[in-house]
């Protein structure tokens, strides 16, 4: 029995079909246009083959709540063609079979749980960190959901009294997506992040952000294992300054595991989200 998963991004879209192990058969990527123009490659796609369930892990906002008459649409973003695009319905009506729908960093935060870094762990926290920041969390195998679902990255950090960027969410200015994300370095520094790996005081700083936000979602959701992910993150010297302010934000006061294996990048690499997709679909059957 085979399965489909489609991991929706801002920029692309991949598709994949796999087994129940999370083995991928087949997947193919398709640019993010409008959904008139992506959505029928999309269904052709899963169209060949006889699929159990589909998993959908989406850019968000999305309506998560099963309850909302708009369950399963994006909902307030501004890329065009998408706002309120009823994601879930339309995959549903054209394959005929049960969807599995969340966000794309809940997915993600899925997949690592079951076969990636933190597999056979009870949570994880899967952030993020690329043309926004995201964060997903899993509770044993229960994606967190509330009201909506998580917006980690729109948490607020202390500034570095000596960083007078502006930031640059069009919501809040300077929340932690705002001084952090990949536009912000960007524009902060005047090049982007992969042509600045040579600046050690580039990256202190995004570890400065990014411990605080960690530290934070540490104290709230007690996540057994972070996982970061995305473009940024690709600088992987990043890592340990994180965990060094870390060490120094928290002083002792709860009982980390060892910071090497308690704050890491993806084990199942970039497959994170898809795998998490082929996971939602095996949760929707
Ligand atoms: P998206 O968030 O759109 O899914 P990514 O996770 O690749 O895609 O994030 C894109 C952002 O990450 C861009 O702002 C880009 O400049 C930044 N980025 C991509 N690769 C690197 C890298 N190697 N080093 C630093 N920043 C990077
Ligand atoms: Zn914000």
Known sequence: MVYGAIEAGGTKFVCAVGDEKGHIIESIQLPTKTPDETMPS???????????????????P??????????????????????????????????????????????????ELTHGAAKGLGSCLYITVGTGIGGGAVVRNNMLQGLSHP????????????????????????????????????ERWGKKGADLAGQPEVWELEAYYLAQALMQYILILSPEKIILGGG????????????EKLNELNNGYIALPELADFIVPPGLGDQAGITGALMLALAAE
């Open 42 to 60: 999309v269904i052709d796609f899963f169209k060949r083959y006889e699929l159990k369930a589909l998993g959908i892990g989406s850019f968000g």
């Open 62 to 111: 999305v309506d998560v709540n099963k309850e909302s008459l708009t369950y399963g649409n994006i909902t307030s973003t501004p890329k065009p063609g998408w706002r309120d695009f009823p994601f879930a319905r339309t995959m549903e009506q054209a394959l005929k079979i049960p969807i599995g729908f969340n966000t794309d960093v809940n997915a993600a935060a899925l997949g």
């Open 151 to 186: 917006e980690m990255g729109h948490i607020l950090v202390r500034r570095l009294p000596s960083d007078s960027y502006i930031g640059k969410c069009p919501y809040h200015g300077d929340c932690l997506e705002g001084l952090a994300a990949g536009p912000a370095i960007e």
């Open 232 to 243: 940024v993150m690709k600088q992987s010297q990043v890592f340990p300054l994180i965990r």
